[in-house]
């Protein structure tokens, strides 16, 4: 079956510091990868998003790039705010569309000024 | 994309009670999903409820417990029955569109 394995947080990083988390999945056919974001107190939110191989999803200075190969979407940014600080879920859907998510664990990210 | 409406936002319960959670979408969508997010972990699906047919479990998920209803294209409900202080999640509504899934703002539940 699918899966989706992230890097463990909590992430605690300097504003203006480089920021990368981990995601890595596992997924017959060729799914689409998603990275959600969840402010304190909000719903889930769309970040961005790649639907096939070596596309680069891109959104407020987050990118991320389908990697097949190494099955891989890690998400950066190069210089995180204060604001960016929330939990981060890697997630893919089935190749097939129209299906559910499923989600990596999440990785809270914290960021001191 | 789509537009979707969640009631209640939070609710505190009594345990052995029933809580039903109802699920509004702004447009006619074949599939909608149920997704429980325990406290300080990640998303887990319930069940996928189609329009017409009986909603699909996820293993560790029972219709006795979570009953689901689909009577039209943009409506669901689900219901968690007989609560007990672990069912104290937030539950979320989602529909997939053509490239990205959308979800309501959820419901946090809170069970004493």
């Known amino acids: 079956g699918n899966s989706v394995t992230q890097m463990e947080g909590p992430v605690t990083l300097s504003e203006e510091a480089f920021l990368t988390i981990n995601c890595t999945y596992t997924?017959?056919?060729?799914?689409?990868l998603f990275w959600y974001v969840q402010y304190p107190g909000e719903g889930l939110q769309l970040l961005l998003k790649a639907t096939k191989a070596d596309d680069k999803g891109s959104n407020k200075g987050f990118e991320a790039t389908y990697r097949k190969e190494t099955t891989s979407f890690h998400l950066e940014k190069g210089s995180v705010q204060v604001s960016d600080s929330a939990v981060y879920f890697c997630a893919l859907s089935g190749s097939a569309g129209r299906r559910a998510l499923t989600f990596g664990s999440g990785t809270r990210l914290q960021v001191q000024p | 994309s789509a537009v979707i409406s969640q009631k209640p936002s939070r609710d505190i319960c009594q345990r052995g009670t029933s809580l039903t959670i109802q699920c509004q979408v702004d447009?006619?969508?074949?599939?909608m999903f149920w997704y429980r997010q325990q406290p300080g972990q990640s998303l887990t699906l319930i069940a996928t409820?189609?329009?017409?047919?009986?909603?699909?479990?996820e293993s560790g998920f029972v219709i006795d417990k979570f009953p689901i209803s689909r009577p039209n294209l943009t409506f669901s409900t689900l219901t968690v029955s007989n609560m007990s202080p672990e069912d104290s999640s937030i539950y979320l509504c989602?529909?997939?569109?053509?490239?990205?899934?959308?979800f309501g703002q959820g419901t946090r539940l809170t069970v004493v």
């Open positions: 989602s529909v997939s569109g053509t490239a990205e899934a959308f």
């Open positions: 409820a189609n329009q017409g047919s009986e909603a699909t479990y």
């Open positions: 997924a017959t056919g060729y799914p689409s």
């Open positions: 447009s006619q969508v074949t599939m």
